[in-house]
Structures are given as structure tokens and as C-alpha cells.
């Protein structure tokens, strides 16, 4: 297995809830290590961009209202297979589908306020990565 980086997003509901140790102590535990981060209030502008694939969907406005509505923890997490275990970390979009001792499952109640964001393939990791982070503001480690 190859060693991987993806974009990782504690998003305004968690951050609002304090949560924002415990999620990342989840992505250490799994091993996998936060190898840049930084703390943000997306404006329309960033969010929309960020979920320009969705730009069409008839839930875009609301997500983009959501993750502007306070500050976001925004990390690269690198370790085996990051993508897919950041995502099995995550569970399901709905929370009401997460399996329990997941991320959303734990931390979330709605679809709209799911507490994270995960990149979903290498193509979207290397955009996402890019698109928050220079490459000096990645430490490999
Ligand atoms: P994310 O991109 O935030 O990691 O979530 P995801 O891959 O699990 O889900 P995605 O399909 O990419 O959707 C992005 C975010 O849009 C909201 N959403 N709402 N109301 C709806 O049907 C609906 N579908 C998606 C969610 O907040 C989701 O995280
Ligand atoms: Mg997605």
C-alpha cells in the first residue's frame, strides 16, 4: 500500500461543538499524521470554489451558507491508504447511516452539519491540498 495524503476539513459544527481534539486524536490513533494545518472563516468565495463540483445541486447554497457560518480546522493527513481510511474514520455523509464510532456518527446529527470533510480520491486530494495549502506549509515527517 501506498503512502497518501488527503485534505481534511473539521467543519463549523464541530468546531463550535469543541470538538475539535477529539477528531484529530481519531486520524492519530488510526496513524495517520497531521503534516499541516490551519485554522479558517471561509467566505463565499473560498467554499463555493471548494465545492465547485456541487455547484449545480440544489443543496450547494445551503453548504456553502454552512461552512462559512464560523471557522474550520483545514489539515493534510498523510499516512498507508489515507484517502480510504479518512473516509472509513468519517462514516457515511447522513449520519443517521454512520456506523457507530465513527466521526459523524459521534459528532454529528444532520447531513447539512456533518462535522467533517474528507477528499474522496487522489485526484480530489491533490486539488483540495493545493487549494489550502503551499507547498511550504506541508512538514513531511
Ligand atoms: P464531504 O465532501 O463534505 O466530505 O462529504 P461527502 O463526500 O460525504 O459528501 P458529498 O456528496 O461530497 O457532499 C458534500 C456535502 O454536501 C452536503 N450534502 N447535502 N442534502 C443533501 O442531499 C446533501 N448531500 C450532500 C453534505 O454536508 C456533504 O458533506
Ligand atoms: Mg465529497
Known sequence: MATERTLSIIKPDAV????IGEI?????????????AKMLHLD???A???YAEHKE???FNDLVGFMTSGPVVV???EGENAIAKNRDL????NPKDAEPGTIRADF?????????????????????ISYFFSNDEICPR
Open 44 to 46: 463565499n468565495d473560498k
Open 57 to 59: 445541486r440544489p443543496f
Open 48 to 50: 463555493g470554489g471548494f
Open 108 to 128: 454529528a446529527e444532520t447531513i447539512d452539519a456533518n462535522a467533517v470533510h474528507g477528499s474522496d480520491s487522489p485526484e480530489s486530494a491533490e486539488r483540495e
Open 24 to 36: 484529530i486524536a481519531r486520524f492519530e490513533k488510526a496513524g495517520l499524521k497531521v503534516v499541516a
Open 16 to 19: 463550535a461543538k469543541n470538538a
Open 90 to 93: 468519517m462514516g457515511a455523509t
Open 75 to 77: 489539515q493534510v493527513l
